[in-house]
């Protein structure tokens, strides 16, 4: 049974350029939620997605925005990137209240 | 807000020594606790859980009691192993408010010395 999945696993954009990065949650889960973890620091929660909408977001700008498939299946877009967007970006899935599954997560440079 | 405050790090040991990992949290309503664990290169891992006060969660060694009067979930083991070499995240979810948003505190790196 896999896990949640996550690509890409690194990432190097350019200032200013839009990136997306892809979740599949685990089997049997519907709710995905994005994380952003800054280095030597606890992941900080940007949204979560269920049933194709945003149920609840953190404290990230517009930039920051998110899209749930169908298939439970979700992207993270960033637009307008920069240098402080560098950071481990990690999905992660539920189903209740039973906690988490992480992917390993998507290691975003901003040069 | 919600907010967890783990004891900082990082902690060394040497193997076969207990373990403490101090964390205490601030919540509105009856948070859920939660510790996970992330080894090098890999995403968080689920080690054990606790959804009402008293609760114990336990799991590879490892147990945490959620104990409301302190607002504290620290996490103990009797006996660590090298592999038991990670960093260790507190963690609180307030389903009755947050609709499953989880707040993390900041880690503790754990590293055990044979």
């Known amino acids: 049974d896999a896990g949640v999945t996550q690509s890409p696993t690194h990432l190097i954009k350019t200032r200013g350029q839009q990136v997306t990065l892809r979740c599949s949650p685990k089997s049997g889960h519907d709710t995905v939620s994005w994380y952003q973890q800054a280095l030597g620091q606890g992941p900080q929660f940007i949204f979560q997605y269920y049933e194709e909408e945003e149920r609840q977001r953190g404290n990230f700008p517009d930039r920051f925005s998110g899209h749930q498939f169908p298939n439970y299946s979700s992207e993270l877009n960033v637009n307008a990137l920069l240098l402080g967007d560098s950071a481990l970006y990690l999905c992660a899935s539920s189903e209740g209240s039973g906690g988490y599954t992480f992917g390993s997560g998507t290691r975003l440079t901003v040069v | 807000g919600d907010s967890v405050t783990q004891m900082e790090g990082p902690v060394t040991l040497s193997e076969e020594a207990f373990l403490t990992i101090n964390c205490t949290y601030t919540a509105t309503g009856y948070p859920s606790l939660f510790w996970y664990v992330q080894y090098p290169g890999e995403g968080l891992q689920l080690l054990l859980k606790a959804t009402k006060a008293d609760d114990k969660g336990s799991n590879k060694g490892f147990e945490a009691t959620y104990r409301k009067e302190t607002t504290s979930f620290h996490l103990e083991k009797g006996s660590v192993q090298v592999s038991d070499s990670a960093v260790y995240f507190c963690?609180?979810?307030?389903?009755?408010?947050?609709?499953?948003?989880?707040?993390f505190g900041d880690g503790t790196t754990l590293t055990v010395k044979p």
């Open positions: 963690a609180l979810s307030s389903y009755n408010t947050n609709a499953g948003k989880s707040t």
